[in-house]
């Protein structure tokens, strides 16, 4: 299959009318509240006009004014009751012109607690699934999670697709504990929010605080298969247009305080200065059928601020496609050609979210082809292209997957009294011998017996080495700052527990990815009604390296004191503060550094009760280590 072999199709399918409470199409009457008008359009606002009509003026600027080849209505579900959801989809039949013109139903899934997903479906004789039932408000409950939809969507039989967006902001962070490979097959990068590419990058978010962990490459780095486009979240009517006629009021309301790691606040919504987001899909025609099935198969690509031509192909399977492959020592042909109006300023390709190459303009045409040459070290990896336009434009290809199925893990038993090690892809090894227990994990502890204090501790998990718990109690509120450098390191991630949602003032924690953590949270802050915990925290999932000792050295303030009568580290008060918390240590342990061929049995020393068996050599995510309990 070839690009040649399909059309090239743009369209914006995040929009909102004035159906939405928070629409400012024209017909919306806002002189008196607290806005920002253009000067060319303040005679447009002078008196109300009927809501439901704002969709037609919506659908008639997409398709006449922006020149745009589908769009779709994405209004909020909460405040939607089933005869607006029936004239939403009325109005979707009414526009989809087959050839010209596409539309789909759709609808924004609002939850506060669990992120926004928009959900599209092929055809318009679906019900709506809100993520809280009408009449009721996702700001005062958690309602019914991105699960309960997608049950929902199976147990009606929809075509449906979930599109997440904006997923890292404090004010509805996507909580990616939830995917559905089924119905997720998306994410929104761009909009007139900003890029929500990785944490800290330059066009983020400025109109709201944002979470590390939160972003796309942090959902592609849990192994998610998403497809990336751009959207709008314009409500404005102006789909697929720079042009924003009406500013709004971004301070939350009785907002008091800003957290200290704030990152930046605007009084007024500051939209992405090169626009909203737009989708370029790969289809057909310009069917529903063919553009829900391009978005289906992840062939669609994000821009911001341009509609340049991107093609990206691996081995000649095109942008989301996922390629299984047995043989470890296969070499990627990845072929790019970006073409622009606008002179290109360069063009990047993406592994695993680091740039493993780039060509630099100024030339409106960048095209080339590159060998991977590099040995697989992990099974799952992901290749994407960014491009960036002399004016400031943006693109982004939805990513291609190669899945190494003949990258085995190191197979270890004990036989007879040894140690016997079979060799997968791993060939320098070494092995460890201990008399203890190499990570010192505990039960949780009852956090009832406290009413207030800083407590760490070690937990297993599944997916890493260890899991370090970080919990601050208090049952009024006090405020916890402070911070943890991690070093012996594989890689980490780190997720919040039970943060106030809102959108400035609420709990945040950084993170420079390279070891460096900081939080300022408050428990029992109350400072609406999802935010009820009297505990917070962070879990920070680690791979250790077994190389070199993993120590975390923590500081942590209570109130601006430092209180260690309050803190604990694995059930036990510290003496002061900063303190450090051993995580593993190679101290007295018996090292054996082994090449594997073939099989290979080892003597186990006397005394022993675990053996750990790692690869000698570690430089990302890949195959994880094996212990062994010695009977």
């Known amino acids: 299959m070839k690009y040649s072999d399909f059309k090239l ?10 159906l939405s409470l928070c629409g400012v199409c024209v017909g919306r009457d806002l002189l008196k509240k ?35 080849d589908f769009a779709a209505v994405t209004d909020h579900d909460f405040s939607m009751p089933d005869e607006m959801w029936a004239f939403i989809r009325k109005k979707a039949s009414e526009w989809y012109f087959p050839g010209k013109f596409t539309t789909f139903s759709a609808y924004e899934w609002t939850s506060m607690a ?12 679906k019900p709506i699934f809100r993520c809280v039932d009408y009449g009721k408000y996702p700001s005062s409950i958690r309602g019914y999670s991105p699960a309960d939809l997608w049950s929902f969507l199976r147990k009606t ?32 990068i761009a909009s007139i929010w900003g890029v929500f590419e990785y944490y800290g990058n330059p066009v983020h978010c400025m109109s709201s605080d944002n979470l590390p962990r939160f972003f796309v490459v942090d959902a592609l780095e849990r192994g998610y298969r998403l497809g990336i486009i751009g959207g709008g979240d314009t409500h404005d009517c102006y789909p697929g247009s720079a042009f924003r006629p009406v500013i709004i009021k971004n301070r939350p309301p009785k907002m008091k305080y800003l957290n200290s790691l704030t990152t930046g606040f605007v009084e007024y919504f500051l939209y992405n200065p090169f626009g909203p987001g737009l989708a370029a899909v790969y289809a057909k025609h310009n069917t529903r059928e063919d553009i829900f099935r391009a978005l289906y198969e992840r062939r669609a690509y994000a821009v911001l601020g341009t509609r340049l031509r991107l093609e990206f192909s691996i081995d000649e399977y095109l942008m ?38 780039r060509e630099y303009g100024p030339r409106k045409t960048i095209s080339f082809k590159y060998i ?9 990896n992901y290749y994407y292209v960014r491009v960036l336009e002399r004016t400031g434009g943006r693109a982004w290809s939805s990513p291609i997957w190669i899945y190494y199925t003949g990258l085995r893990d190191l197979r270890a038993e004990v036989k007879s009294g040894k140690l016997v ?4 892809d791993i060939r320098e090894t070494e092995v460890v011998f201990t008399k203890t227990k190499p990570i010192k994990t505990m039960k949780p502890p009852d956090l009832s017996n406290y009413s207030r204090g800083s407590f760490f501790w070690m937990e297993e998990t599944k997916d890493y080495s260890v899991v370090l718990k970080a919990r601050f ?46 939080w300022d949270i408050t428990p029992s802050s109350n400072l609406n009604l999802l935010d009820t915990s009297s505990v917070k925290g962070l879990d920070i999932y680690i791979q250790l390296n077994y190389r070199e000792d993993c120590v975390a050295e923590v500081e942590v303030y209570q109130n601006g004191l430092k209180v260690p009568s309050e803190t604990h580290v694995n059930g036990i008060k510290v003496p002061k503060i900063p303190f450090k918390i051993i995580i593993y240590s190679k101290k007295d342990l018996k090292t054996h550094k082994i090449y594997l061929t073939d099989e290979k049995a080892i003597e186990i020393p006397a005394d022993t009760k675990y053996c750990i068996i790692y690869p000698a050599h570690f430089t990302e995510t890949k195959l994880k280590e094996t212990i062994l309990i010695i009977q």
């Open 473 to 518: 109690k208090s049952s009024e509120p006090v405020n916890f700052k402070g911070g943890l450098k991690i070093s012996g390191f594989d890689t980490y991630t780190v997720r919040p527990v039970n943060f106030a949602i809102r959108k400035y003032g609420g709990d945040l924690f950084t993170d420079n990815y390279a070891g460096t953590i900081e």
């Open 9 to 18: 199709f743009f369209g914006d399918i995040h929009c909102h009318s004035n």
């Open 114 to 125: 669990y992120g926004h997903r928009n959900v599209y479906f092929l055809t318009d004789d």
């Open 34 to 68: 607290d806005f920002y008008f253009h000067s060319s359009v303040l005679k447009d606002y002078v008196k109300a006009g009927d809501m439901y009509e704002s969709v037609d003026l919506l659908y008639d600027y997409a398709k006449n004014k922006a020149k745009l």
């Open 421 to 424: 090690l079979r060799p997968g």
């Open 320 to 357: 989301g496609s996922e390629i299984k492959v047995d043989d470890v020592d296969y070499k990627p042909e990845i072929i790019v050609r970006v073409e622009s109006k606008e002179p290109l300023d360069k063009v990047e390709l993406l592994r695993n979210g680091k740039v493993i190459y």
């Open 157 to 188: 039989r929809a075509k449906a697709i979930t599109i997440p967006h904006h997923p890292s902001i404090t004010q509805f962070p996507v909580d990616w504990s939830y995917y559905d490979p089924e119905f997720d097959r998306l994410v929104e």
């Open 372 to 380: 991977d040459e590099e040995k697989p070290l992990r099974r799952l």
